[in-house]
């Protein structure tokens, strides 16, 4: 019954910015821990970024000062501000929510960086 959406991706040129956003329903992810994962064709899905219930974040070395991960309890979202964006990056973005021992995922949203 928990659902994710996320949004925000799109085609960006190397150096510029995009921010992703992850909305839950019902009033859930303040409760949850939060992961940013990155899927790109012939790899595994990886972590890029992570935000615990208290507030704890954790970022993959590849995003490491470049990418930034927050939450907005009252909207029930969670951000991934991604700057200097690097052709490496693209991929397709999903938001995973950890609840009660659950894990939820959403669709993606595919973020390109061109050379």
């Known amino acids: 019954q928990v659902q994710l959406v996320e949004s925000g991706g799109g085609l960006v040129q190397a150096g510029g910015s995009l921010r992703l956003s992850c909305v839950a329903s019902g009033s859930i992810l303040r409760f949850a821990d939060v992961g940013w994962y990155r899927q790109v064709p012939g790899k595994q899905r990886e972590l890029v970024a992570g935000?615990?219930?208290?507030?704890?974040?954790n970022y993959a070395d590849s995003v490491k000062g470049r990418f930034t991960i927050s939450r907005d309890n009252a909207k029930n979202t969670v951000y991934l501000q991604m700057n200097s964006l690097k052709p490496e990056d693209t991929g397709v973005y999903y938001c995973?929510?950890?609840?009660?021992?659950?894990?939820?995922w959403g669709k993606g949203t595919l973020a390109t960086v061109s050379s």
């Open positions: 935000i615990s219930r208290g507030g704890s974040t």
């Open positions: 995973n929510a950890k609840l009660h021992g659950v894990d939820y």
